[in-house]
């Protein structure tokens, strides 16, 4: 199974920064996303699709439809710059996929 | 609080071993999956390999099958990665992980990640 994802985007300061995952029905698996900064250990940002683990502000959404998932970051801040993963698993292979990752530039 | 300290990493020539380990502490550590994940240089996140929360049952990505055994101690807390046959290609930055939820909810979120061990396979 593979997830598709930009390789980057790039939005200025205060804008709204939209990153996809592809996936052949992905509407039908449940999809996680997590942040990765330079150096540092991935981080959840939105879990089962939609949901914000504590402490992630609500400018931070996410949807799951057909054969895309969204993220979707609001107002986007310096500190938002980072690489982006969306993340489900494979129950017909019974294996873990991650999308090629997304990373996110702040002008 | 959760906390996972990967160990074991280092310098291994093609075709040697390594066994990574990875220290969980502050929850219940039987009652979770856990996962490998890695990340070569400048690249993006790889699953490796996952495991039930009693160790009962494994699961490989293509490309380590065969080469890596992901086990578990439950007495000693401890997540291990033994890796053979090792290549070039697996030279990266491996990862432990939790799974949020259940023995054997692979569906659900890695919550908590460790700060990675890094494998060279070079000679």
């Known amino acids: 199974y593979v997830l598709t994802q930009p390789p980057s985007v790039s939005v200025a300061p205060g804008k709204t920064a939209t990153i996809t995952c592809g996936g052949h029905?992905?509407?039908?698996?449940?999809v996680h996303w997590l942040q990765q900064r330079p150096g540092q250990a991935p981080v959840l940002v939105i879990h089962?699709?939609?949901d914000r683990p504590s402490g992630i502000p609500e400018r931070v959404s996410a949807s799951n439809s057909g054969n895309t998932a969204t993220l979707t970051i609001n107002r986007v801040e310096a500190g938002d710059e980072a690489d982006y993963y969306c993340?489900?698993?494979?129950?017909?292979?019974?294996?873990?996929?991650f999308g090629g990752g997304t990373k996110l530039t702040v002008l | 609080e959760v906390q996972l300290v990967e160990s074991g990493g280092g310098l291994v020539q093609p075709g040697g071993s390594l066994r990574l380990s990875c220290a969980a502490s502050?929850?219940?550590?039987?009652?979770?999956?856990m996962s490998w994940v890695r990340q070569a240089p400048g690249k993006g996140l790889d699953w490796v390999s996952s495991?039930?929360?009693?160790?009962?049952?494994?699961y490989y990505a293509d490309s380590v099958k065969g080469r890596f055994t992901i086990s578990r101690d439950n007495v000693k807390n401890t997540l291990y990665l033994q890796m053979d046959s090792l290549t070039t290609g697996d030279t990266a930055t491996y990862f432990c992980?939790?799974?949020?939820?259940?023995?054997?909810?692979?569906?659900?979120?890695?919550?908590?990640w460790g700060q990675g061990a890094l494998v060279t396979v070079s000679s």
């Open positions: 992980a939790k799974i949020a939820e259940g023995y054997y909810d692979f569906w659900r979120p890695f919550d908590y």
């Open positions: 502050g929850f219940t550590f039987s009652s979770y999956a």
């Open positions: 495991i039930t929360g009693r160790g009962h049952s494994t």
């Open positions: 029905n992905i509407g039908s698996k449940t």
């Open positions: 089962y699709n939609t």
């Open positions: 993340q489900v698993w494979d129950s017909s292979s019974d294996q873990g996929v």
